[in-house]
């Protein structure tokens, strides 16, 4: 794959990260893709438990990472193109260091995407952008990128994922967030699960919503990751309800609760 220079927008991305945002305060799976790799500095410097993290470039990366949740790290996986360019100053292999003995780290080159967007590559490659509804130039969208990883790391909530196009450089503090850009429009974060929890997540055939706090005559959409609503449920009242979701493709999908007035999100994968 040649590296390609897209319209200027897409050039825009060497320079420019999206605003920083937490997916989810209560996650424990960091995200980090680009084009052009380089060294990525990941710096824990917020108190979490079992950490994943996922890393995906085009071109080779040093994964270093230090901080005071470093020990909390359990497996660090690295998926991507890993061309030999040197964009980022010098060829670059890619490599990971500063885990504990105890983290599982895997290297992976362009395995199969895991979520089917006509826009991404059918292989995880790389990625720059947060669109998942315009063709990526033979990266992948962003919501194959999170679908990847919630699939290698099952039972994980996304707490950041930060996008770019350019080079890495200096140190990426967790604690300021990422991008998050997957969600559908209109919604800039995940609502904690103390308000709505769904399960089981993954879901294969039923989905059930348990709201702490009973709802009335609430309406629950469930939408796909271009934001179009895919399931409509009206005059839900109590404190659950359960979603027939078998006859859903695989992915990542959103759930929107409107309860007198007030609105919540929240997310689960159908396998």
């Not at 994964?63 to 690295?78: D, E, L, P």
């Not at 063709?135 to 707490?159: A, H, K, R, W």
Request: with cysteine; proline share 5%; hydrophobic share 35%.
């Amino acid at each position: 794959m040649k590296k390609i220079y897209y319209s200027l927008a897409a050039l825009l991305f060497s320079s420019f990260t999206f605003a920083q945002t937490i997916c989810n305060p209560t996650g424990n799976l960091i995200i980090f893709s680009n084009y052009d790799g380089g060294t990525l500095n990941i710096n824990l410097d917020a108190p979490m438990s079992n950490i994943k993290i996922g890393v995906l470039t085009y071109e080779g990366v040093n994964i270093n990472i230090t901080g005071i949740g470093a020990s909390a790290v359990t497996a660090v996986a690295y998926v991507g193109f890993n061309a030999n360019n040197a964009h980022c100053g010098s060829i670059i292999n890619t490599n990971i260091t500063g885990t504990p003995g105890t983290s599982v780290n895997t290297i992976t080159f362009a395995p199969p995407s895991s979520f089917p967007n006509p826009n991404g590559s059918t292989s995880m490659v790389c990625a720059y952008s947060c669109s998942t509804t315009t063709n990526q130039g033979g990266c992948n969208t962003v919501d194959q990128v999170e679908d990847y990883f919630m699939d290698l790391f099952p039972g994980s909530t996304i707490f950041m994922h930060k996008v770019q196009y350019g080079c890495w450089t200096g140190t990426q503090n967790v604690s300021n967030g990422g991008t998050c850009c997957a969600l559908p429009t209109g919604i800039t974060a995940y609502e904690d699960e103390k308000i709505v929890s769904v399960f089981p997540n993954p879901a294969s055939d039923n989905l059930t919503l348990s709201f702490v706090t009973p709802v009335n005559k609430a309406t629950v959409k469930v939408l796909n990751v271009a934001g179009q609503v895919v399931k409509e449920i009206n005059a839900v009242s109590g404190n659950g309800v359960t979603v027939d979701v078998a006859a859903f493709p695989a992915g990542v999908y959103f759930v929107e609760t409107t309860n007198e007035g007030a609105v919540t999100h929240t997310r689960f994968i159908k396998e």
